[in-house]
């Protein structure tokens, strides 16, 4: 079992800046991938970015130049800067893994709330 706690959520206004933070703990013997993935009111969760275990990333397209992700594999901690943010941004915010016990598995956040007002 992985758990992922999430940190850094919040309102902000439009060009401003937040820093989300998401630990994993718990029994596996290696963490494949982590990122985030949000879901706005009435849509889709979508990808946002994800990095893996060697530290390539991935992003979102709307988020490219303003998002940037970051690991820290030692404590199993990823750090998701968010900079120009627009109201179009605003949704909830979900930590996700895969990670490995003999097999892969997935896991998420509980989510946090990030809120861009204009």
């Known amino acids: 079992q992985v758990q992922l706690v999430e940190s850094g959520g919040g309102l902000v206004q439009a060009g401003g800046s937040l820093r989300l933070s998401c630990a994993a703990s718990?029994?596996?013997?290696?963490?494949?991938?982590m990122g985030w993935y949000r879901q706005a009111p009435g849509k889709q969760r979508e990808l946002v970015a994800t990095?893996?275990?060697?530290?390539?990333?991935n992003y979102a397209d709307s988020v490219k130049g303003r998002f940037t992700l970051s690991s820290d594999n030692s404590k199993n901690t990823v750090y998701l800067q968010m900079n120009s943010l627009k109201p179009e941004d605003t949704a909830v915010y979900y930590c996700?893994?895969?990670?490995?016990?003999?097999?892969?598995?997935?896991?998420w956040g509980q989510g946090t709330q990030v809120t861009v007002s204009s």
């Open positions: 996700y893994t895969r990670f490995a016990i003999f097999r892969e598995y997935d896991a």
């Open positions: 718990g029994s596996f013997l290696s963490i494949r991938r």
């Open positions: 990095i893996t275990s060697g530290g390539s990333t």
